[in-house]
């Protein structure tokens, strides 16, 4: 009697599985004909854009007119292309540098990429906070920036300086122009951006470089 006890509850537990099994089948089944390899291609016939550049949109109600947005995503746009362009030369001349003074600048210059890179970020969101398209692609960047193309040669690391501090220059004069309009604007949140970001980034930027900057030669072993 005991024996076909224990031979039952087998059989039930079994038969318990069984739609269980069954159901996992048809999952297996069904799965098979979706398709999850990713649709190539769509861009050829792709639909209108969502939204074109130079435009702004009401998507987050931040308590500013149309014509303020538009005003700010303009010069923050210019910022983003400079920025963008300031960030690339660090980053190149961090690849590049030669010298004396090669160890020393390496790493500067790499340091500065970093907090350039973290300014591209709070540029770029805030454009898109305000409705407007931020400038990403690089001859978009390219064709914006107001800092003048670099060329692909490698160069003394004096030049590599120079070219840097006249970047600077090029953008914190947009940046004062553009915190001031922002100001005029009642855009608190752009002003706060360009004056407490990159502003005080740039500033101090400038002054590590700059100290690179002397006129005493360095001293040649004889």
């Not at 590049?96 to 709070?122: R, W």
């Not at 001859?139 to 003394?156: F, T």
């Not at 608190?188 to 951006?193: A, P």
């Amino acid at each position: 009697m005991a024996s076909s006890a224990k031979t039952a509850a087998p059989k039930a537990a079994a038969a318990k599985k069984a739609p269980a099994a069954q159901a996992s089948g048809q999952n297996a089944r069904s799965n098979a004909a979706v398709n999850i390899q990713p649709v190539l291609g769509q861009q050829n016939n792709a639909p209108a854009p969502t939204q074109r550049y130079g435009t702004v949109s009401q998507r987050l109600p931040i308590g500013l007119d149309e014509k303020t947005r538009q005003a700010s995503v303009t010069g923050l746009n210019q910022l983003l292309a400079d920025t963008i362009t300031l960030r690339d030369m660090y980053k190149k001349h961090h690849w590049q540098v030669v010298g004396p003074t090669f160890y020393q600048l390496h790493l500067l210059y790499d340091k500065h990429y970093e907090e350039q890179s973290t300014l591209v970020d709070a540029i770029a969101e805030r454009i898109q906070i305000l409705g407007g398209v931020a400038v990403a692609m690089a001859h978009d960047v390219a064709e914006l920036s107001s800092i003048p193309r670099v060329p692909r040669d490698r160069e003394e690391a004096p030049v590599q300086v120079s070219r840097l501090l006249d970047a600077h220059q090029r953008l914190l004069k947009n940046c004062h122009e553009y915190a001031d309009t922002a100001d005029e604007n009642g855009d608190d949140g752009t002003n706060d951006l360009i004056v407490s970001q990159l502003i005080r980034t740039n500033e101090m930027q400038v002054w590590f470089v700059s100290e690179h900057v002397v006129d005493s030669p360095l001293i040649q072993a004889k």
